[in-house]
């Protein structure tokens, strides 16, 4: 059985950093595509990051770019999201997903744990 499961979340004031980890069991991480993604209240849910294991590309959203970075640690088989200079429009609740390929392609979704940026 496949489990994708967040944590790092919480709350934090705008500035800030945090570091949200996905633990995978189930399959490996290190020939996947790898991402993160992000549903604000209201708001449909949006991409964040992706990384193709396929060509080594990284993606970011234009809103995070400078600021957060996707990783991956294959022997703990892990992702994380390192998010720096937290702002309020960054409160959401955050995805971890992987797949064949990037965005469209994941095929595994964790439950998400909120982030809260607010002072």
């Known amino acids: 059985q496949v489990q994708l499961v967040e944590s790092g979340g919480g709350l934090v004031q705008p500035g800030g950093s945090l570091r949200l980890s996905c633990a995978a069991s189930?399959?490996?991480?290190?020939?996947?595509?790898i991402g993160w993604f992000r549903q604000a209240p209201g708001k449909e849910r949006e991409g964040v990051s992706c990384?193709?294991?396929?060509?080594?590309?990284?993606w970011y959203t234009d809103s995070v770019k400078g600021r957060f970075t996707i990783s991956r640690d294959n022997a703990k088989n892990t992702m994380y999201l390192q998010m720096n200079s937290l702002k309020p429009e960054d409160t959401a609740v955050y995805y971890c997903a992987t797949g064949a390929f990037c965005l469209i392609g994941m095929d595994y979704w964790g439950k998400g744990t909120l982030v809260t940026v607010s002072s």
């Open positions: 189930g399959l490996t991480l290190d020939d996947r595509a």
């Open positions: 990384f193709s294991s396929s060509d080594g590309r990284t």
